[in-house]
């Protein structure tokens, strides 16, 4: 028969007490009954119990029906006072059939037990409310065999079982803690234990639609299992729960196993700290292996977003207000789910030290976090985050060296989420991370700046300048537009290097460079090519004349001293400038005319401004590299000075050095005096270069001093721009302080011609470097056409005989009278006469017959590096 239709058997208890009588429907597995009010079954007389009796349902054996038990005591054990009757005999416990009637102590109570049968739910409902129970049971009597299913035989498996068996039994649904519920097949809750009741106080009103039974009647009415093991969600808890479906008795019965809230919260955390750890290493990863920072943390944040099933991930970043200049914070990185939109416009320079940002700096700052819903911020911070639709939110501080500059953090907008110590664990793994890479890319913005800017001056370099140039050449070819180039070079800085030391030479370019930027236009770039060089990008030229204006601003900008360290020094400069036209299409010809056009200046006297022309590029080439080598020689310490002795005749002793300078060029080899003289002569290098010169060979001098040598007069030859130069005098001065040196040791030359060309400026420096102390001579005698008789206006002191004489001494006859006559002439006027240039020994025989005193030449001695020349005079100058 199926189930729907099978017969309904009910259970009932008509009670007889002083308060009348009532008939109790016998519904669930287990009552007590006594006169307590907290028993299922409550009996009114004192003669009853606290709780004297209890009825437990029992399934019948080899049957699919259940009756009752009933047992005298209480769930403890405890025996009643007056012990339990059951059709007029006393007894511990007793299995109950229809009709049977039983007493509780003294008749002051009875309870006759009925089975009900065929009859529907709606009369048997009316006939117990309405307490006319005779009609039904009359009804059972008079029908034909009415109970003979009915007939339960005694219970041979509890005959014999001692009383705390039979209590343990009757006792075990109402103590376990375990809730037990048990419906019939309409869905009526029939049995609840009081764990169940407990636990689900509502259960027995929301029926089905409590989650415990959801379900539970659909599964057994369409045999899809019988009994089974599931799952159940009761609000935020788990329940393991068993099923069964009791067929003979209509019944399901549910056991809650066990809450499994915790388990799976456990089971839930575990997944999700599994899910973050992953989502970490896949962010870790991009953020180390692509080079693009903000690409990096963008898809970062993206990952994270994901995994901790968030609506938003932040990147706030400190920084100074726009305004303000006060600390300020910005929304720099923001990652939303689809539901919702972007919020960069509410977290732009919000002031760091608002009431709404306050505490979150402080917090952060220490090292703490903040989490929590948006309810349970303080009200400014509450406002702002309701603004941004935020209902919960969780912060971790971002640091980098050991410093606070911004936050990460997780916001949800759909849900109030508390949020787990792993998730937070979780951000402050990211947090590392997003520094490390923020760290990666300040460190590699810092290598591309340095790899591009000049360190000393913070100025573009050669190669960020020639990027900007190649990208103006195209804009301006596209716009048809022109540029300039500007190749600017420093006068004189070399010797301010070299006397004042690199130290204030370092100070001086970087004033120059700040000088330089406030001279140029909007748009206008300035660099560092190298050592005291700069390049002038003038980019969106129309005209020539647009160019003129800027040059001479910068040619204005050296016009003031620079005060640096108590030195007041005066720099000019001198300008080269290339037009962009057909006779300078690119950038390396464009630097290459302006370098050509500097040169110009230099030529046409410092101070000044050339532009290019195509004059200029008829320049031997291999001259105009050499030239361009030369302007570094300096620098990269490509000079030497050597020295060659000078010797007395009459002793063979050494009575003084002449310094004598080379370069040796690190690819050409040594170049030749002859060749790279007058470039340097012709470039305007030789002034820097003879200072240097000068310097080193009184330090050398005073250097043989010290050492204990003999006292040596150091010749050294000045140039005939050097010699020229304003400042000779205060720069000879300046020298001689700084090296220490005597005056009356330093020898300095002038050639014949230098020395005429001007006889009354001569004339004037001369007595000068004589007060000094300073010996002076006359190099190169009988090469200018002159005759003694002007030279004698001048302060000299020696002569020597130019070497083209020397060389001819004793093959002609004419010129052997000439040197005889000078050195006469010489004798007779006071001077000391040198012979430059002596390779034989007649030659020396002869020089000693008409009484020359000193000789020069490589029947002595050659040219000799310091340290060469040092060990000459260690062997006592012996030729």
Same mark, same amino acid.
């Given at each position: ?13 008509? /009670? ?22 907290? #028993? ?58 229809? =009709? ?61 079982? =001692? ?12 103590? /376990? ?11 009526? $809750? ?69 809450? /499994? ?35 990096? $943390? ?35 990185? %923001? ?88 998730? %937070? ?40 300048? =020639? ?7 195209? #804009?301006?070819?596209?716009? %048809? ?54 390049? /002038? ?29 108590? #030195? ?102 040594? $170049? ?208």
């Amino acid at each position: 028969m199926p189930k729907n239709e099978r017969e309904k058997i009910r259970h009932l208890l008509v /009670i007889k007490d002083l308060q009348g009588q009532r008939t109790i429907p016998l519904q669930e597995a287990t009552y007590s009954l006594g006169r307590d009010l907290r #028993n299922g079954i409550v009996l009114r007389s004192r003669s009853v119990s606290r709780q004297h009796a209890i009825l437990l349902r029992v399934t019948v054996p080899e049957t699919d029906q259940y009756a009752f038990r009933i047992i005298d005591g209480s769930f403890k054990g405890k025996r009643s006072t007056n012990g339990l009757f059951v059709n007029g005999t006393k007894c511990f416990s007793h299995d109950l059939m229809h =009709g049977d009637v039983i007493e509780f102590g003294n008749n002051q109570v009875q309870a006759q037990y009925y089975i009900i049968s065929n009859i529907s739910e709606q009369a048997f409902s009316e006939s117990c409310e309405a307490e006319d129970i005779s009609r039904l049971i009359l009804e059972q009597t008079n029908s034909a065999n009415a109970f003979e299913t009915l007939s339960f035989p005694p219970n041979t498996a509890l005959e014999g079982a =001692g009383e705390i068996a039979l209590t343990r039994l009757a006792s075990f649904p109402e103590l /376990i803690p375990n809730p037990i519920i048990e419906i019939d097949l309409e869905g009526s $809750v029939t049995y609840l234990n009081p764990a169940a009741a407990r636990k689900f106080p509502n259960l027995r009103e929301a029926r089905q639609q409590h989650p415990i039974l959801a379900g539970v009647l659909t599964a057994v009415q369409n045999d899809q299992e019988s009994s089974f093991v599931r799952e159940v969600v009761v609000g935020t808890e788990v329940f393991e729960q068993s099923i069964h479906y009791l067929a003979e008795s209509d019944l399901i019965r549910t056991f809650i196993i066990r809450d /499994i809230t915790e388990q799976k919260q456990a089971e839930a955390e575990l997944r999700q700290r599994d899910r973050l750890q992953q989502a970490v290493a896949e962010a870790t990863n991009y953020l180390l292996a692509e080079l693009n920072y903000e690409i990096a $943390v963008d898809k970062a944040l993206a990952v994270l977003g994901e995994a901790a099933k968030v609506d938003r991930v932040y990147v706030f970043e400190k920084h100074p207000h726009v305004a303000t200049g006060e600390m300020a914070l910005s929304l720099k990185f %923001e990652w939303t789910s689809s539901d919702y939109q972007p919020s960069l416009q509410y977290w732009q320079n919000q002031p760091q030290q608002t009431s709404a940002l306050a505490r979150w700096n402080t917090v952060l700052e220490s090292g703490n976090s903040i989490s929590g819903l948006t309810g349970e911020f303080p009200t400014a911070e509450r406002e702002l985050l309701t603004q941004c639709g935020i209902a919960s939110l969780l912060l971790v501080p971002l640091r980098l060296d050991e410093k606070f500059w911004g936050y990460l953090g997780l916001a949800d907008c759909s849900s109030q989420r508390q949020w787990s110590r792993h998730e %937070e664990s979780t951000l402050l793994t990211m947090a590392a991370s997003i520094s490390g890479a923020k760290q990666r890319q300040q460190v590699e913005q810092k290598i591309r700046y340095q790899a591009l800017h000049d360190l000393l001056t913070e100025l573009p370099n050669r190669l960020l300048f =020639g990027e900007l140039l190649s990208v103006a050449l195209a #804009n301006a070819d596209r716009s %048809e537009e022109s540029l300039a180039v500007i190749f600017l070079d420093l006068d004189r800085f070399k010797t301010i290097n070299d006397s004042l030391g690199h130290t204030l030479g370092d100070q001086l370019l970087r004033s120059v460079a700040q000088r330089l930027r406030d001279a140029l236009r909007t748009g206008d770039t300035v660099a560092r090519w190298g050592g005291d060089e700069f390049t /002038i990008l003038l980019p969106r030229i129309h005209q020539v004349e647009e160019v003129v204006p800027v040059a001479q601003r910068i040619l204005q900008a050296f016009e003031d001293a620079f005060y640096l360290e108590g #030195n007041e020094l005066h720099v000019t400069a001198s300008l080269g400038i290339a037009l962009f036209n057909d006779d300078s299409r690119d950038a390396e010809t464009l630097i290459k005319h302006a370098d050509a056009a500097l040169y110009q200046a230099k030529d046409a006297g410092r101070n000044n401004y050339q532009f290019y022309t195509t004059s200029l590029s008829t320049k031997t080439p291999n001259l105009l590299i050499l030239e361009k080598s030369l302007r570094y020689a300096l620098e990269r310490e490509e000079l030497v000075v050597y020295y060659q002795p000078r010797v007395n005749i009459a002793t063979g002793k050494i009575t003084g050095m002449e310094a004598l300078l080379r370069w040796q060029h690190p690819e050409m080899g040594l $170049v030749a005096p002859n060749v790279f003289i007058p470039l340097a002569e012709e470039s305007g290098l030789i002034i820097p270069i003879g200072e240097w010169v000068l310097q080193t060979a009184c330090k050398q001098n005073k250097a043989w001093q010290e050492a204990g040598f003999p006292p040596l007069t150091m010749a050294v030859n000045l140039s005939p721009k050097q010699f020229r130069q304003p400042k000779l005098v205060e720069t000879v001065a300046m020298i001689l302080k700084q090296t220490g040196l005597d005056p009356h040791f330093l020898e300095l030359e002038i050639t014949e011609s230098t020395a005429i060309e001007n006889l009354d400026f001569t004339t004037n420096v001369l007595q000068k470097l004589e007060t000094m102390g300073v010996y002076l001579s006359i190099d190169d005698f009988g090469t200018g056409y002159s005759s003694l008789s002007r030279l004698q206006l001048l302060p000299l002191h020696i002569l020597k005989i130019d070497r083209s004489f020397i060389q001819n001494l004793t093959t002609d006859f004419k010129v052997a009278q000439i040197v005889k006559a000078i050195v006469a002439l010489g004798n007779s006027l006071g001077l000391k006469l040198t012979a430059e240039g002596v390779e034989t020994q007649e030659e020396l025989e002869f020089l000693k017959s008409i009484n020359c005193e000193n000789v020069q030449g490589f029947l002595f001695y050659r040219p000799l590096p310091a340290e060469r020349a040092t060990e000459i005079l260690i062997n006592g100058g012996a030729t």
